[in-house]
Nanobody
């Protein structure tokens, strides 16, 4: 069973940046689709960024597009989520997730039910 562990969360002021990290227990960075979800208190989990298994595509939710970037280090051992120009509405628990791609190496959509591997989450708090 693959496990993923997130880190890098914290408390920042609006306009600042954070870089979240996700490390997997096995080498899945070129075989799995990996994504970031977040959940604010009282709200449903929201998919914010998806990195395709082929690394050629990245998908972002409209709420973070242009501000967040999902990327990997050169050794492809860690996936990151760089969050720029943070807003208070970006606050929440951020989860790293993974799942095998569908036929043709197409990643599942950014829906919580489509991803079977979930980390414990890392908390992000953005104050106004």
């Amino acid at each position: 069973q693959v496990h993923v562990v997130e880190s890098g969360g914290g408390s920042v002021q609006a306009g600042q940046s954070l870089n979240l990290s996700c490390v997997a227990s096995e080498y899945i960075y070129t075989t799995h689709c990996m994504a970031w979800f977040r959940q604010a208190p009282g709200k449903e989990r929201e998919g914010v960024a998806l990195r395709g298994a082929s690394e050629r595509t990245s998908t972002y939710s409209d709420s973070v597009k242009g501000r967040f970037t999902v990327w990997q280090n050169n050794a492809k051992t860690t996936m990151y989520l760089f969050m720029n120009s943070l807003k208070p509405e970006d606050s929440g628990m951020y989860y790293c997730v993974a799942n095998l791609p569908r036929r043709g190496r197409v990643c599942p959509p950014l829906s919580p039910s489509e991803y079977s591997v979930w980390g414990q989450g890392t908390q992000v708090t953005v104050s106004a």
